[in-house]
């Protein structure tokens, strides 16, 4: 079994949090913070089994793996 390292990126909206992992594209969202994070990490399992089932995990395998991950933020003046 391997352990898998994924980003979690939240922020707030009007009616609650919305969660996304980052390497995987998969989102989800909850009435807190904690809420949105749980959702999001259940959502993930259920990518990840789907991934084994069609034998896709060499496929996303190395963004989950990789220790080094840098996260910013920056801002566009439009």
């Given at each position: 079994?391997?352990t898998?390292?994924?980003?979690?990126?939240?922020?707030?909206e009007?009616?609650?949090?919305?969660?996304?992992?980052?390497?995987?594209s998969?989102a989800s969202?909850?009435d807190?913070?904690?809420e949105?994070?749980?959702?999001?990490?259940?959502?993930v399992?259920?990518?990840?089994?789907?991934?084994?089932e069609?034998n896709?995990m060499?496929?996303?395998e190395?963004?989950?793996?990789?220790?080094?991950?840098?996260?910013g933020?920056?801002?566009?003046v439009?």
């Amino acid at each position: 079994m391997k352990t898998f390292e994924y980003t979690a990126v939240v922020w707030k909206e009007k009616k609650g949090f919305v969660s996304k992992c980052t390497e995987l594209s998969v989102a989800s969202c909850g009435d807190t913070l904690e809420e949105a994070v749980g959702n999001l990490k259940e959502a993930v399992e259920l990518y990840i089994e789907n991934a084994k089932e069609l034998n896709l995990m060499e496929d996303i395998e190395e963004s989950l793996t990789v220790k080094e991950k840098f996260t910013g933020s920056f801002a566009l003046v439009i």
